[in-house]
């Protein structure tokens, strides 16, 4: 089946995600319940996000060395026991604040190559199953926003039956499966030969990652207004969200359901990018689309709006995200020669991510210094400002000239 890949690579994608997102909320709400402190809260996203970004930008070369498939199947695997560990030293008393650090910390140092990995994956894919990239990144979108979707609204539920820490054990689980459905699922992707290998040294193929990156200025200024944007989104959600769900009495199930409805939106959003994404204007959507899923929901949280108010607002904004992972995951598949995708796509989202360390920090210390919402202001105005970007940037006007396919000496190495 040529199509087998690209199901299962979504279908590993999807599980790994859905536990990915209960822990984006079981953590946060752990920490903050046993703790009570919102720095310590913050401190902990930071932990986490840090070492995923440190060796999502370092792993590039040894994915394009060792091949996307093993890297990304090998990663999940290791994550299993790692997540396990926290709720289980947690109940037998032996879960202290700094190992608890030290395992968000590898846990998150394993994130980092195995996404980068999966990333790369995505033109063997193409290839594979004879398919445009718009389609295979829309559906990914898609199935991310779904996997969003089931994830925090079951984190809602798990945390408030089970505990936050319980509810740690399924995150823990999903990597295990993740990993064998990838395993079986990509074993007719092409291998990794010693030929293919670039026999340059492991600096040397970093830094050509880097050139490519920093000289094509569409790559680099996507990268980085989206740092900014997931700077502010990681503020939102490790520390606004828990700090007004405890602060207004909404509770975690509210949490819950709010992301479930801006996850569900997106993920019908992204469906339609996936069929019709090769045919819509790629600049005004995803401006338009980065205007809408920002500053309103901060505003909305600030001002105090009702709960079913809120939830239309985030099936608006939610919906209007689901366009935005298709286009970046194009634009970037489109520009990058296939020899390079695993160190240029591991740069690119590193940067990308490279501001998220100081996220959770910003949001704990904006809750502390100015109030909640203060804090949910100052973000949603920088959030706009970032947002406005692409109109005085010339570079993401090329959003919609698609370029011809870069002819290249090999074919994408997947394993």
């Not at 890297?71 to 190992?99: E, K, Y």
């Not at 990058?336 to 501001?355: D, E, F, K, M, N």
């Amino acid at each position: 089946m040529i199509r087998r890949p690209l199901h299962g690579w979504l279908l590993a994608d999807a599980i790994s995600l859905t536990g990915t997102r209960i822990s984006m909320i079981a953590i946060p709400w752990f920490v903050l319940t046993t703790t009570g402190s919102a720095a310590q809260t913050g401190l902990v996203a930071a932990v986490e996000v840090a070492p995923l970004v440190l060796f999502k930008a370092l792993g590039g070369p040894v994915v394009d060395r060792l091949g996307a498939r093993r890297v990304a199947v090998g990663c999940d695997a290791l994550s299993f026991p790692v997540v396990a560990a926290i709720p289980l030293l947690h109940h037998l008393g032996m879960l202290t604040f700094p190992l608890l650090l030290a395992l968000v910390a590898v846990a998150g140092g394993l994130r980092g190559p195995g996404h980068g990995a999966k990333g790369a994956l995505v033109p063997a894919i193409v290839a594979e199953a004879h398919v445009p990239l718009e389609r295979a990144t829309g559906l990914h979108g898609a199935v991310e926003r779904a996997a969003s979707m089931l994830g925090v609204a079951a984190a809602g539920g798990l945390v408030a039956w089970v505990s936050a820490a319980n509810a740690l054990y399924v995150d823990a689980a999903s990597f295990a499966v993740s990993a064998l459905v990838l395993l079986v699922s990509t074993a007719s992707l092409p291998r990794v030969t010693p030929e293919a290998r670039d026999p340059a040294p492991y600096l040397v193929q970093l830094r050509a990652g880097w050139d490519y990156l920093r000289h094509d200025a569409v790559l680099l200024g996507m990268a980085l207004m989206v740092a900014t944007t997931n700077l502010l989104d990681l503020a939102w959600s490790a520390v606004l969200m828990p700090v007004w769900a405890r602060e207004t009495g909404a509770g975690v199930a509210a949490i819950g359901l709010l992301f479930a409805v801006w996850s569900g939106a997106s993920a019908l959003s992204a469906l339609a990018a996936a069929k019709w994404g090769h045919r819509i204007p790629r600049f005004a959507t995803y401006v338009v689309a980065f205007l809408v899923t920002g500053l309103p929901r901060f505003v909305a949280l600030a001002l105090g709006a009702p709960l079913w108010l809120l939830v239309g607002i985030f099936a608006v904004g939610g919906f209007a995200s689901g366009f935005l992972n298709p286009i970046l995951g194009a634009v970037n598949y489109e520009r990058i020669p296939p020899h390079l995708v695993g160190r240029v796509t591991s740069l690119g989202t590193a940067l990308c991510w490279s501001l998220m360390p100081f996220g959770g920090l910003l949001g704990g210390l904006l809750v502390t210094g100015v109030g909640l919402n203060a804090a949910l202001l100052v973000v949603g105005v920088a959030y706009l400002l970032a947002t406005l970007t692409p109109l005085v940037v010339p570079s993401f006007r090329e959003f919609d000239r698609r370029p011809e396919p870069v002819n290249d000496r090999s074919a994408s190495p997947a394993r």
